[in-house]
């Protein structure tokens, strides 16, 4: 006996949010394997990206919103690149994230949502990042208190590390980040699951 996937059935409403959020179809990928095989940090993950979106595809959204991979993803677009169907799978990432975060899901690799804050909450401080003291704040956050330290004379006397922030663009980054919020909160509520029907069998 065979089974026959109804992929309209098998795509809940969370798969759809993830499309919206993304501006692009899941059942567009064939599984070629070119994102896994192109993508410079697959080897940490604990799925490759084509898995990933294998996983949207079947509905599992639960396995792909609790990988590790939606936050190791560096959106270099490589993936994005590579994809003969023009696949943005970058954004398919970034949307898994955003959904994450929304459901209070808890990061497995904790320094990772850490650094997100560290680094957004200095460019609305200072309109750009200050590396110094992101670096600084990172190491303290995370207990790696002299983690490349050794690296920052040699930064400093290059002129890549500056002892003194900039303010330059903070007038135009408080406004950005308000204008966020603002679409944060009138976001529409997640609607109710629809039927997650596995398939029917045929003869």
């Known amino acids: 006996?065979?089974?026959?996937?109804?992929?309209?059935?098998?795509?809940?409403?969370?798969?759809?949010?993830?499309?919206?959020?993304?501006?692009?179809?899941?059942?567009?990928?064939?599984?070629?394997?070119?994102?896994?095989?192109?993508?410079?940090?697959?080897?940490?993950?604990?799925?490759?990206?084509?898995?990933?979106?294998?996983m949207l595809q079947l509905g599992l959204t639960d396995e792909a919103l609790d990988s590790r991979t939606i936050w190791l993803c560096a959106s270099c677009e490589t993936c994005t690149t590579r994809c003969p169907r023009e696949v943005d799978l970058a954004a398919v990432m970034d949307a898994l994230r955003h959904e994450a975060l929304r459901q209070g899901r808890k990061s497995p690799i904790r320094q990772i949502p850490f650094f997100n804050r560290t680094f957004l909450r200095l460019i609305k401080k200072y309109g750009r990042v200050f590396e110094m003291e992101l670096i600084g704040r990172f190491n303290v956050g995370t207990l790696h208190f002299f983690k490349d330290v050794t690296k920052a004379p040699r930064l400093f006397f290059r002129g890549r590390l500056k002892l003194w922030p900039s303010f330059k663009g903070r007038k135009t980054a408080r406004p950005a980040f308000q204008a966020v919020k603002n679409a944060q909160r009138h976001e529409p509520a997640e609607p109710p699951a629809a039927d997650e029907s596995a398939g029917n069998p045929t003869p």
């Open 1 to 54: 006996m065979k089974y026959v996937l109804d992929q309209e059935k098998i795509r809940p409403d969370l798969v759809r949010t993830i499309e919206r959020l993304s501006g692009e179809d899941v059942r567009q990928c064939y599984q070629c394997g070119k994102c896994s095989a192109g993508c410079p940090i697959a080897a940490d993950m604990d799925l490759p990206p084509n898995q990933v979106m294998r």
